[in-house]
């Protein structure tokens, strides 16, 4: 009181009029007093003049408050960092430091120590804090600004610290020169770069050598506040976590100041980028020693590509899968030219001199063909003089033979030639013309004799395809076309709710910012528009483009055949392996969406829409498997519902598995038994050829077969050939069934799809082998496929196992994995394996539809069933 009233002497002036002086005197000096008492009980306030680079060592208290004042020249044409640095020197205090620096156009407080949050409400102590200021662009072209450090506490006792403010030298980021530098989670940094004339388009790249401490890496715009904490890093622009990589792609659309800022935060704790969690508070207020969490990282902003590399890109993959276009355009021709040269060649017989061709041909007759003797000039097998009967004839005798004679002779010029006709067409070309909807597959092969020709026939030790391809082909079709339809219903019903999903998905990342939401190859994702990786989408074209190929190349095959079988060609009708073209159509069907969904995965590729891209690679394989059976067994081969059905289930079981098998070791027992009853179920299936029932006397039947043939006496299978594969299919199934339920692995949609894949391989060998061994041999297209296609999967397993990312693990951890362009400096690795195994699967394709040409002239009763 006394020392205020000091600093202010009472005033000697006396006003002139006595009574009112003397009553405004009195009211001064209450007010006086009362400011004298309000000073009393507050801080003094100490203002310095500060200069950068230099480090005050203070104390503040509840009574006394600092204010350091700077000042530094701002440029329009050069942005100069400052950074400020506080250290708390006292060992305990109960009241925080307060720093509040005051801008031309920005104010940022925090305080010392300082309280970081992680999970579950943990707290984290930190006495060192550094904070870079946020410099706002000036509208000059330069100007002196001011800036205040004010530190205030409410602690009664003296809290030492340190204060050093200070320039950040290369505050200001140039292209492709790296920077390195130091920073905590109370420690951040963020660096400006702008964008120079000509480039519209660049990559940050932010590495360590440490994967832990877990960090942030931000790009902001120019504005303040910068949001560069743990706990509010987030709240604005892109971000992602990172351990030793980090990049983003960032478009100069989308800063309209030109330029931006990198800010890089350290983590308080490191689960989010998989790390362990070491500590859980017993109080929940106790304060947590985070440790040495200091983390070294540089810095690199790079060009990306410009426009010509897109198109260059776009050019490129057009002209791969246009070119297998072409190629097939060339072969059709060339087998075209090879075909008439043979037609010609069955125009003129070899008895025949040219002359006399020529005499027949000017006097309107027609050359006899090799069928008029008999013969085919395919394979130069002769036709059996007996006749192929079929056990399953119509009412109308649609296979059944009318008793025509024999043979005739017909005069040719100076010859006769025994002409034979081992059955009247009339009837078979009639009824072909009839309607399908007519036709249902319970019009035949319904009654108890029939059913037990069936079990007669199927039964026998050695099988013949006309054992197995006795139902009208009609019916056939009409149940194998039923495949295509369905499965087209299927992608139209799966593949709409999935682009809108997808597109959700890519909008939430447009506008959280949040680019940890998708696992992309962060090296190399080129945006374009609304899609942050367009290179990983538009490499998907080679299936949709070759799938559409493929659909081309069957659709000739089937208008080619349904020609034959409207001549009645006796080859179309009664050799060769039968002709059901539905399952062609569905793989093709298949391809095509399997291109489309994988670019619909890649939109924003993470675990819970790995579905997408799996689940027609699933139907692939078990359509490939469907058609290699049908080959031989076309009457007993699954419907279309039944196939699906069991597809159904395996994608039902993907979802469980990605959903719950991460670990869950009851959910892996379930699957394993699962996997081995089917395959078992399977496998009598397969071997009975589908004449046994699963009854209550099962049990009963499986103990008598095991009685006779093993005990009473030891009998081999009957069946050595399916033996032999159902017994190795087991084997790899129990496998991989064993390992699943061992390892577990993260993966369950690659785990199951690697169990399809490993079946269709087993029995595509197994089908080679038994073709071979049967004395069939395979045509040199096929064999080409079937090298070319072998060549082909080799190189593209080889890019799918590089790895670029991978969603078992933390956004963080799967960047790691990231890796630069190597193809046309737009396509990754990935994108390979996308050109390639499309390639393959169209090859693949080939195969299937190839490999048994050489039949085409080979009578049904001379080619085994395996």
């Known amino acids: 009181m006394s020392r205020c009233w000091k600093s202010r002497p009472r005033p000697s002036v006396r006003l002139c009029l006595p009574g009112l002086g003397s009553v405004v005197l009195r009211v001064l000096e209450v007010l006086w007093v009362s400011v004298c008492l309000v000073h009393s009980d507050s801080s003094v306030v100490v203002q310095k003049e500060a200069q950068f680079g230099v480090s005050y060592l203070d104390t503040v208290t509840s009574h006394n408050q600092t204010i350091y004042s700077f000042n530094h020249t701002v440029s329009r044409n050069k942005t100069e960092g400052v950074r400020v640095s506080v250290e708390l020197l006292s060992e305990t205090t109960k009241s925080p430091i307060l720093f509040v620096i005051r801008q031309k156009q920005a104010v940022l407080s925090f305080q010392v120590p300082l309280i970081l949050r992680g999970l579950y409400q943990r707290k984290y102590q930190y006495t060192q804090v550094g904070r870079t200021l946020c410099q706002p662009p000036t509208l000059v072209a330069s100007e002196t600004q001011f800036f205040y450090v004010d530190v205030s506490t409410l602690s009664s006792t003296s809290v030492h610290y340190q204060l050093r403010v200070s320039r950040v030298e290369s505050f200001t980021l140039q292209t492709d020169k790296k920077f390195s530098f130091n920073a905590t989670p109370s420690q951040p940094q963020f660096f400006k770069y702008v964008f120079p004339d000509g480039v519209d388009t660049v990559i940050v790249k932010v590495n360590s050598e440490k994967n832990f401490p877990c960090s942030v890496m931000s790009i902001q715009d120019i504005q303040c506040p910068v949001y560069d904490l743990d706990n509010n890093v987030a709240f604005i622009g892109m971000y992602q976590t990172m351990t030793k990589k980090g990049a983003v792609t960032v478009q100069r659309k989308d800063f309209p100041s030109n330029s931006f800022y990198v ?105 006899p063909s090799p069928y008029e003797y008999g013969s085919f000039a395919d394979n130069g097998s002769t036709m059996s003089s007996e006749p192929v009967t079929d056990s399953l004839a119509s009412a109308e005798g649609t296979y059944g033979y009318m008793g025509q004679e024999p043979f005739k002779r017909r005069p040719i010029g100076s010859h006769y030639v025994a002409i034979r006709f081992e059955r009247s067409m009339d009837t078979v070309g009639r009824c072909r013309q009839e309607s399908l909807s007519s036709v249902e597959e319970d019009d035949y092969d319904t009654l108890a004799d029939i059913d037990s020709d069936k079990n007669i026939v199927r039964t026998k030790k050695y099988l013949c395809v006309s054992d197995l391809a006795r139902k009208d082909k009609r019916v056939l079709n009409k149940k194998y076309q039923i495949y295509f339809w369905n499965i087209s219903t299927i992608a139209v019903f799966y593949a709409l709710p999935v682009i809108q999903l997808v597109i959700t998905y890519q909008t939430v990342v447009n506008v959280t910012g949040n680019q940890d939401i998708c696992y992309y190859n962060f090296l190399c994702a080129h945006p374009l528009g609304a899609l942050s990786s367009f290179n990983n989408i538009l490499s998907n074209l080679g299936y949709v483009m070759l799938g559409l190929l493929f659909l081309l190349i069957v659709l000739q095959r089937d208008i080619l055949h349904n020609r034959a079988l409207m001549r009645n060609d006796i080859t179309a009708l009664e050799c060769g392996i039968p002709k059901h073209f539905g399952l062609f159509y569905a793989m093709g069907t298949a391809l095509m969406m399997e291109g489309l969904l994988s670019a619909c ?20 394989a078990g359509l490939c498997m469907l058609k290699l059976y049908q080959k031989r067994h076309p009457d007993i081969n699954a419907s279309a519902y039944t196939a699906y059905a069991c597809l159904a289930a395996v994608i039902f079981f993907s979802v469980l598995g990605v959903v719950f098998g991460k670990g869950n070791t009851a959910f892996w027992i379930v699957f394993s038994v699962i996997h081995i009853l089917a395959t078992l179920l399977l496998s009598t299936q397969l071997y009975y050829m589908g004449r046994w029932k699963l009854d209550s006397g099962i049990l009963r039947r499986m103990l008598y077969v095991i009685y006779t043939d093993c005990v009473r006496q030891c009998s081999g299978p009957m069946y050595i050939d399916r033996m032999v594969l159902l017994v190795m299919g087991n084997i790899v199934n129990w496998s991989l069934a064993a390992y699943g339920l061992i390892k577990r692995p993260n993966d369950f949609a690659s785990y199951l799809l690697a169990i399809a894949i490993c079946n269709l391989l087993l029995y595509f060998a197994f089908y080679i082998i038994m073709k071979l061994r049967s004395g069939e041999r395979i045509r040199c297209l096929a064999l080409v496929c ?10 593209a397993l080889f890019f799918f196992f590089q790895g670029l990312s991978t969603w078992q693990k933390t956004p963080a951890e799967s960047r790691e994995h990231n890796r630069d362009c190597i193809l046309l400096s737009f396509f990754d690795d990935h994108d390979i394996w996308h050109f390639l195994s499309s390639i393959a699967m169209f090859g693949s394709f080939l195969v299937l539809l190839t490999m048994d040409d050489d039949l085409d002239t080979v009578q049904r009763d001379k080619i085994y069933v395996f």
């Open 786 to 795: 079937i090298l070319f296609t072998a060549v082909v999967w080799g190189f």
């Open 263 to 367: 800010v890089v935060v350290v983590k308080t704790e490191d689960e989010a980028c998989g790390g362990p969690l070491k500590f859980y508070p017993l109080l929940p207020d106790e304060l947590l020693d985070a440790g040495n969490r200091s983390k070294t990282l540089d810095v690199v902003v790079s060009p990306a590509i410009n426009s010509e590399v897109y198109v260059m890109g776009m050019l490129f993959c057009l002209g791969i899968f246009l070119s297998f276009y072409v190629l097939t355009f060339l072969v059709a021709c060339i087998e075209n030219k090879r075909m008439n040269r043979k037609r010609e060649g069955f125009l003129q017989p070899a008895d025949m001199s040219p002359a006399e061709t020529a005499s027949l041909l000017g006097k309107g007759l027609t050359p």
């Open 601 to 620: 995965y890649h939109v924003c590729p993470n675990y819970t829409n790995f579905q997408f891209d799996t689940s027609f690679m699933y139907m692939i």
